[in-house]
């Protein structure tokens, strides 16, 4: 007889009263990523909408690939490219409204510059020449966070801040498979249940965290089953599906708005390119495997959709790819030029008023250049 059988069996005793029950069944994603584009419920999606998000995809696209080649040109330190998770990005942006806040990971930058910030200030942080490179509070876009999954408990904590204020405001945090394997993942849906916080997580899970496939990382059904431990609906939805990845996250957008609290959204994509430009992505799958994505791209899905609908035509495809076309021409040009840097800047950004040991420093910095410059005219004389 074990210890066990000699004591009993242990039963836990029922909750107290001021222990609520929840049924977890409405929490729980669809057994099968939601989609819309071949579906009847695409015929009554918004024509104007999609077309404008087809405009996006094909701007989002033409992006990508010159951001990627400005990395070989030298012109970028490192770019870690979204093609392929195109819808994604695009449909966290268009989502929001203008009083929201966007908070990406490092490779959110289209779905920065989809939210309004220009290209180039976008691209800065992977530069290297700023932390961030554009102003959050302009354009109610966080920064661009390299560190796995830190910019969700920031996003809680803003939208917490918004509803103790009475400001209606939603926020919505992005980031990859590879950071829900992160603490701050769950201590951010934790706090964001228990305070019923207007924020939306979106986790773009496009199968590897770096070379670590999704297997290795959980053995969850999904990621969006995780969001029920916390007490908040979970959606799984095709991330390549551009039409329902703007419809999962306008109801989980408006959800927050209204009072309903948080939701953990989980797009099923995949990354096409490597890592970043400092990844071989050879060594760790297969290029049948991603082929096989390649063929379910969310640009071609859209197309094939609204062109079979009569609803967009070659024109309106050229026209997109001509826009496209001059925002990188754009973004080339002025990527190419030497940033004009000013040293002094490193002092102005720290804190809304400058202290003491701030002024301090930046004395003796303007000094020691002072000093150099000095010496450099006294050597040409």
Known sequence: MTVMEQRGAYRPSPPPAWQPRMDPAPLLPDAEPYRVLGTEAAAKAD?????????????????????????KQGRLAVYPSSTGQEACEVAA????????????????TLAVVARGVDPVEALTLLRG??????????????????????????AVGLAHAARLKGDDVVALAMVGDGGTSEG???EALNFAAVWQAPVVFLVQNNGFAISVPLAKQTAAPSLAHKAVGYGMPGRLVDGNDAAAMHEVLSDAVRRARTGGGPTLVEAVTYRIEAHTNADDATR????????????????????????????????????????????????????NRDPELNPMDLFD??????????REQRALLRAELEAGQDDKEGDLR
């Open 47 to 71: 024509p104007d909408l999609l077309r404008r998000l087809h405009a996006q995809l094909v701007r989002g696209r033409r992006y990508n690939t010159q951001a990627t080649a400005l990395t």
């Open 93 to 108: 942006a268009l989502a929001l409204e203008e009083r929201d806040w966007l908070f990406p990971s490092y490779r959110d």
């Open 129 to 154: 020449d700023w932390h961030t490179g554009y102003d959050p509070h302009a354009h109610r876009v966080a920064p661009l966070s390299t560190p796995l999954a830190t910019q969700l408990p920031h």
């Open 184 to 186: 701050d993942f769950h």
């Open 284 to 335: 760790y799958r297969g290029d049948a495997e991603v082929e096989a994505w390649r063929a379910h791209d969310p640009i071609q899905l859209l197309e094939r959709e609204l062109t079979a609908r009569g609803q967009l035509d070659e024109a309106a495809i050229e026209a997109a790819r001509q826009d496209a076309e001059a925002m990188a021409a754009d973004l080339r040009e002025r990527m």
């Open 349 to 358: 950004h720290v804190y809304a008023e400058t202290t003491a040991q701030l």
